[in-house]
């Protein structure tokens, strides 16, 4: 599987999603981490599909991080807080 048709699995086809996740790997393409900024370069030119990616040890770890920070802070926040930020997004 390319990095195209991992995307468009990934996705489920949603042309939206797609976009959005390729936004996301432009902005991890410039990140300050090179872990991530390799990564992401890696996928958009094809080396490498997300899911390898997200299985690997060495950059699942870096993409997991900020999401477990994320649900860490979601999980303390109130109800009216959650919905808050869902109304932000």
Sequence with gaps: MNGADDLD???DGDEERE?????VLDQLASSTNPLL???ATAVQEGQLTL????NSN???TEL???FHTF???Y???TPEERDDLAARS
Excluded: N
């Design 9 to 11: 699995d990934i996705t």
């Design 19 to 23: 976009q959005a996740l390729r936004h």
């Design 37 to 39: 900024r390799e990564m």
């Design 51 to 54: 899911r390898q990616a997200a």
């Design 58 to 60: 060495t950059y699942g």
């Design 64 to 66: 997991t991080a900020p």
């Design 71 to 73: 649900w860490t802070a």
């Design 75 to 77: 999980q303390e926040m």
